[in-house]
């Protein structure tokens, strides 16, 4: 099992900041990678960002290439996102979840590939 812990979600006005944190614990190291997904209200889940944990290997939504960068600090197991020029459609709950199948087998932009999912963070972006 794995465990995941969002942090660093909060309120912010369009243009601003915010990063966010996902820290995971357990057997991690039965893991691959680790993605975010975000989810607004009335609307379906959809991919962010990922990363794997042993390569540099990244992948982004159209939506935020440019904005924003996912990053890891293996010592810790922390993947986290940093966004910049946040916009009101950018207002979701962001979750993290991480998988044991690599993004070279399988897409990384895909929910049902992933295996543990934390229990998510809100991002609001006012206008």
């Known amino acids: 099992q794995v465990q995941l812990v969002e942090s660093g979600g909060g309120l912010v006005q369009t243009g601003g900041s915010l990063r966010l944190a996902c820290a995971a614990s357990g057997r991690t190291s039965s893991t691959y990678g680790m993605g975010w997904f975000r989810q607004a209200p009335g609307k379906e889940r959809e991919f962010v960002a990922a990363i794997s944990w042993s390569s540099s290997s990244t992948y982004y939504a159209d939506s935020v290439k440019g904005r924003f960068t996912i990053s890891r600090d293996n010592a810790k197991n922390t993947v986290y996102l940093q966004m910049n020029s946040l916009k009101p459609e950018d207002t979701a709950v962001y979750t993290c979840?991480?998988?044991?199948?690599?993004?070279?087998?399988?897409?990384?932009?895909?929910?049902?590939?992933?295996?543990?999912w934390g229990q998510g963070t809100q991002v609001t972006v006012s206008s």
């Open positions: 979840a991480v998988r044991k199948i690599p993004f070279s087998v399988l897409r990384a932009e895909t929910g049902g590939f992933y295996d543990y």
